[in-house]
């Protein structure tokens, strides 16, 4: 299943990046940021260069390499393309707020380093989402620690000063429930396959509801059972299982499988609970109000703004329209909305991933205030949400209000010989790792070479 975004962490990084293993002093102080890491091919090397050397100067570069389990320290650590653009944002948004938010950024910088897990992903949240207000109409300052009400003040060519709320809506509980109970499912199938070695097994499971713990523990007891009592599982083939539609499917295309591995991909969505949307609903009213008690109206010339930041997997059409109901309904100081999805996307055209920056503008009562002005730091601006779809050959199937999760690994069959190129295994999309199998002489195991592949194409800064 290739979707335009997937979800969760990075994987196969076979040393550090940025740098070699330090052997004395000046090496450590003359490595190079970039060394190791996937870059992407349109964006200049200087530019990246700088943004990563931000980071460095700011947060140190001890303190990037060491253990943690901060989201910030394993971006750092990880070399895929994913994580450069995640951190070439960081970066960038540092940037451009350090002219006139020195002081501040030195308190979040702090706070991420010595924060719990919230309050890290607070700091991080309020450097990327200011640094879209930092541009050409205005200019944005940061507000002094637990400001009631905004979270910046927006500074107008013409003088006039507004206001800006900053709101981080995640991942919500059932996102979250969705995928802990995913990966247990992918860990007990793995477990099977691993005492019951098939060259090859494939699974995509659907729900039209929301699963209970009971339907995902019928799904993991029937997946291992089904396993363990081996049996065929042609693609195509298909099983009920509770709410669950189990389907068998085929190898990935150009998969040329070797078969002293298992293969496998591990394919589960499920329909959105049906209170997704009104904990988001809920969530915005108490925001509304704090902001509306703490902020006056704006005068002509000035906006009062709110910026919400949505998860990858909200459908964000359904919650503009609520938005321009509810306030018209109950009035508000605000004078725009900003609805804010950043995800890292696939053009399905390109094969190109990059960070796409969805806003939806919610313009509320009269016109005599300036529009917001946003830019993203890197990565395009769209007015169209970023799609979750299956792929199934020339087929594209929307899947808007599932939660969807995709795992697997691809051992492909390679052959080195002297004076030719292997092959080299294919990309199959988020989550599934392609590995190349290399056959030497006799040596019928072969040597296997795995890519710098995310499971994931979740933000982690934001997700910590």
């Known amino acids: 299943m290739k979707t335009s975004r997937a979800t969760r962490d990075s994987n196969s990084v076979d040393r550090p990046c940025g740098a070699r293993a330090y052997k004395n002093l000046l090496s450590a102080l003359t490595s190079d ?64 707020l350090a002219p006139i938010n020195s002081g501040w950024l030195a308190g979040q910088v702090n706070i991420v380093k010595t924060g719990q897990r919230n ?63 995913a990966a247990t499912t992918l860990s007990q199938f793995k477990a099977a396959l691993g005492a019951n070695r098939r060259a090859w097994l494939g699974i995509a499971a659907f729900s039209e509801t929301y699963p209970s713990d009971a339907d995902w523990g019928s799904l993991r007891e029937h997946l291992t059972n089904r396993i363990t009592a081996g049996g065929s599982a042609d693609a195509g083939q298909s099983e009920q299982v509770g709410p669950w539609s189990l389907v068998y499917t085929s190898p990935p295309n150009d998969a040329s499988l070797h078969a002293a591995y298992s293969s496998y991909t591990v394919q589960i969505a499920a329909k959105h609970h049906r209170n997704e949307s009104k904990n988001v609903e809920d969530s915005f009213v108490k925001a509304l109000a704090n902001f509306d008690e703490h902020v006056q109206g704006s005068v002509n010339g000035s906006t009062n703004a709110m910026l919400i930041r949505l998860g990858e997997a909200f459908f964000v059409p359904g919650l503009a329209q609520w938005t321009r109901d509810y306030v018209d309904r109950v009035g508000t100081h605000l004078d725009e909305i900003l609805l804010y999805q950043p995800a890292i996307a696939l053009n399905t055209t390109t094969s190109g991933t990059s960070i796409v920056h969805h806003m939806t503008l919610v313009k509320i009562g009269n016109t005599h205030h300036p529009v917001l002005s946003a830019s993203a730091p890197v990565g395009t601006v769209a007015g169209t949400p970023t799609r979750t779809i299956l792929i199934a050959g020339k087929r594209e199937i929307p899947l808007q209000h599932y939660h969807v999760f995709q795992r697997g690994e691809v051992y492909h069959a390679g052959e080195m010989q002297i004076g030719k190129e292997s092959s080299l295994p294919m990309d199959f999309g988020p989550g599934i790792i392609a590995h190349n199998v290399l056959r030497i002489l006799d040596d019928n195991d072969g040597i296997v070479f795995s890519p710098r592949h995310p499971l994931s194409w979740d933000l982690s800064l934001l997700n910590d």
């Open 119 to 181: 309050e890290r992903i607070g700091s991080l949240f309020e450097i990327l989402a200011l640094a879209l207000f930092s541009g050409s109409a205005h200019d944005v300052v940061a507000t002094r620690k637990n400001q009631p009400g905004y979270d910046g003040t927006l500074l107008f060519n013409g003088g006039h000063v507004g206001r800006v709320s900053l709101k981080n809506f995640a991942r919500s509980f059932y996102q979250k429930q969705f995928d802990t109970n």
């Open 33 to 96: 940021v970039l060394e190791g890491r996937q870059t992407p091919a349109d964006i200049p090397e200087a530019e990246l260069r700088a943004a990563f050397e931000r980071i460095v100067s700011l947060f140190k570069d001890g303190w990037l390499r060491a253990d943690s389990p901060g989201a910030l320290q394993a971006l750092w650590k990880r070399c895929d393309i994913t994580a450069t653009w995640e951190l070439f944002w960081l970066g960038t948004s540092l940037a451009r």
